[in-house]
């Protein structure tokens, strides 16, 4: 008896491990401007957007480049917006005032909600806007 459960156990880690890989998704994105994510300063590059651990899990960005991470905690999903829904494209959306701007939702496209990301505010008496930033699919490569 001792012996099954110890190989459900193991099955059960086995099946826990492989669904988290495959709620992983890697896109590609290029940021043309310096952006916050959560409190760290990035430069604009090439990033990795990693996403795990489905709706309420981490987002991991990564510009090799300027060897420059940031993991962040998806904060509560929503609907993403309308314009998106209908391109069918994800994407990340910054919040910016003037040329300050913060990482505010990751949409991985259909089937998926947004995730929004906790930040400071950045508006400096200036009018907000949001900035969008097409991902493409990583292959590796």
Not at 15 to 42: D, H, S, W, Y
Request: proline share 6%; aromatic share 8%; with cysteine.
């Amino acid at each position: 008896m001792k012996s099954l459960t110890t190989r459900m156990t193991i099955a059960a880690a086995f099946l826990a491990a492989v669904t988290g890989v495959a709620c992983a998704q890697t896109m590609k994105a290029e940021i043309p401007f310096a952006f916050r994510a959560g409190n760290k300063v990035m430069p604009p590059g090439t990033y990795l957007v990693r996403t795990t651990g489905g709706e309420r899990g981490m987002i991991t960005l990564s510009n090799f480049d300027a060897r420059q991470s940031a993991m962040l905690a998806a904060g509560p999903t929503a609907d993403p917006a309308k314009e998106w829904r209908k391109a069918g494209a994800p994407v990340l959306a910054f919040e910016c005032a003037g040329s300050s701007c913060a990482l505010d939702e990751v949409w991985m496209g259909p089937y998926y909600s947004a995730q929004t990301i906790r930040h400071p505010r950045v508006t400096n008496g200036e009018p907000v806007a949001l900035r969008v930033v097409h991902l493409e699919k990583y292959n590796g490569d």
